[in-house]
């Protein structure tokens, strides 16, 4: 029969671990997206970027590699934030352990996520009006479901993160 | 549960009960052969197909999960080894879709127990014994339905033994064929599929054999459950199983006037308390041979081993005319019967995971 040592507080502490532990792990698997975004970008866009590249007059080759180098900086910067958010996020949920600073970088991510679809929205707008090169309406608008769908499980995994920090108080102070 | 309950443990049942050696061998065949009698065996002997109540891995592999699929499915398993507690049971906040599934969910002492037994009343011996298997399925199978459903059959990570000591260690299910090791608590489920009417979310797959192991107590968090924690206590819902087998069988005898649910003091079975508990909370994976020496010490009889093939020929030998006096003919007879009165219920209840009935067919046409 159902345990009845059980208190409400710890079934939605339980529930909302669980949901902790999900999205978690949903933020994580998004990196594969966002390595294959970046990887058909520069595939499906590559006349685009060797054109790009050859814009440069010589003197400003340096330049250019340097702002690639600080683009795939940045993009790996992102993946482990991503990582570190759903990784530390799944250990909170089995309690394992406690801590803020995965809070503060899904912020972050949220934040760039928000950005990411923001841009997206504007680049189908712009390609429409057919003054801008190398877009796709079909990559921009999965895009934006992807994005859409990550920003759910940040939003999810916040929430779910405060909800277990405070039912954690609330079982605390009920055992003393 | 297994051949040790199914086949030992209700011969002793039914000498407590008060069935002589002779009668006692023919219930507890046919309990066990209710986990056997398959489509493929059917085919062999050139049996009724319908009378089909359980089905081998190999067959459930080929079985179409389309709509009627499912009700084929869900007719042999809810009839016969996942009895539903109770066809109109309630859920708040929940779709049709969903209750519909809810309401298969297996449990002891419901109506349907009842049913069954009432069934056998006046039938014959294999009816008895078909009964009997399907009522210690609905102690050791609580909890789960018999209809493919990941939202009401799936288990997760949160899976703890329980020691009598009250310690508690995590589960870790393996997906193999090894067999489970019990010594070191390692035991085999079904593997995760996020497909709802997968075949491997029939039953009590995701659990693995726990719930037919006797020893075992155990906590986890059912799908419908809600994040509420299930205590699965086998050797109490087992020690219940047997005494109400007894009850059961004395009331089909005639020895009392009235089979009631819930109820299990009063048989002989209670002068035998201290040995029956130890039988089953010994830990090991089959307890057949601490059936049989409890059996046989009762009867002062040999329990012949089961086999499958023990009545076969006597049914593909006889004229067509007589088939149904034989001992399979009996036992398809009791099984038929059981089936049909079950799709019935859930017909009736308006559920149409177990498909048509045909009872209810011909009283509409016959109106």
């Known amino acids: 029969m159902f345990n009845t040592d059980q208190t409400e507080n710890e079934i939605k502490l339980l529930k909302y671990r669980k949901n902790l532990i999900t999205s978690g792990r949903a933020v994580v698997a998004f990196c594969v997206w966002d390595i294959a975004k970046v990887v058909m970008s520069l595939l499906l866009k590559s006349t685009y970027t060797l054109d790009l590249a050859n814009t440069y007059h010589t003197d400003d080759k340096p330049l250019f590699f340097f702002e690639v180098f600080f683009t795939v900086v940045v993009f790996a910067v992102i993946i482990y934030m991503q990582i570190y958010a759903g990784v530390s996020a799944v250990a909170v949920g089995k309690g394992k352990k406690k801590g803020v600073g995965y809070l503060v970088i899904s912020v972050l991510l949220l934040i760039v996520t928000v950005v990411s679809i923001v841009f997206s929205a504007a680049s189908i707008v712009v390609s429409s009006i057919g003054t801008m090169q190398g877009v796709s309406f079909d990559t921009a608008f999965a895009g934006i479901i992807l994005d859409l769908t990550l920003g759910a499980a940040l939003i999810d995994l916040l929430i779910s993160s405060f909800k277990v920090r405070r039912l954690s108080r609330v079982g605390e102070a009920g055992d003393k | ?367």
Not at chain 2, 177 to 192: H, K, L, M, Q, R
Not at chain 2, 205 to 223: M, N, Q, T, V
Not at chain 2, 291 to 297: H, I, L, Q, R, T
Request: with cysteine.
């Open chain 2, 1 to 367: 549960m297994q051949e040790d309950f199914h086949y030992y443990a209700t011969y002793a049942a039914a000498i407590l009960a008060g069935y002589n050696h002779e009668e006692s061998a023919v219930i507890c065949y046919s309990a066990q052969f209710v986990d056997l009698c398959t489509r493929t065996f059917l085919t062999r002997v050139k049996g009724p197909q319908n009378a089909a109540t359980t089905q081998l891995q190999l067959e459930l592999m080929d079985a179409p999960t389309d709509a009627v699929g499912l009700q084929d499915i869900t007719r042999i398993w809810a009839s016969f080894h996942f009895l539903p507690y109770d066809l109109y049971a309630e859920k708040p906040h929940t779709s049709k879709r969903y209750l519909r599934k809810y309401r298969l969910i297996c449990g002891p002492n419901g109506k349907l127990t009842e049913d069954t037994v009432a069934l056998a009343k006046g039938s014959s011996l294999q009816a008895a014994g078909l009964a009997m298997h399907v009522l210690a399925d609905t102690w050791a199978h609580m909890y789960f339905a018999g209809t493919p459903s990941l939202v009401i059959n799936n288990t997760e990570s949160h899976f703890y033994e329980i020691f009598p000591d009250g310690s508690e260690k995590q589960i870790r299910f393996r997906h193999t064929t090894s067999p489970d090791d019990v010594e070191n608590g390692i035991y085999t489920a079904s593997i995760f599929q996020s497909s709802e009417n997968s075949i491997m979310n029939l039953g009590h797959g995701r659990a693995g054999h726990l719930p037919d192991y006797s020893y075992i107590r155990y906590k986890y968090l059912p799908a419908w459950g809600g994040y509420r924690e299930i205590i699965k206590d086998n050797p109490g819902d087992y020690y219940n199983a047997f005494r109400q087998m007894v009850h059961a069988m004395m009331y089909l005898r005639g020895d009392i006037p009235a089979f009631l649910t819930g109820c299990y003091e009063g048989t002989k079975a209670d002068e035998y308390s201290d040995e029956i508990r130890r039988i089953i909370n010994k830990r090991q994976i089959s307890a057949s041979d601490d059936w049989k020496a409890f059996g046989e010490s009762l009867s002062g009889r040999t329990i012949p081993d089961f086999s499958v093939e023990t009545y076969i020929d006597e049914y593909m030998n006889a004229p067509e005319e007589e088939k149904k006096e034989t001992f399979l003919g009996r036992f398809f007879k009791a099984a038929l019967a059981q089936k049909s009165m079950v799709t019935n219920r859930i017909y009736a209840s308006g559920n149409r995971l177990a498909g048509y009935s045909v009872a209810q067919k011909k009283e509409r046409v016959n109106e």
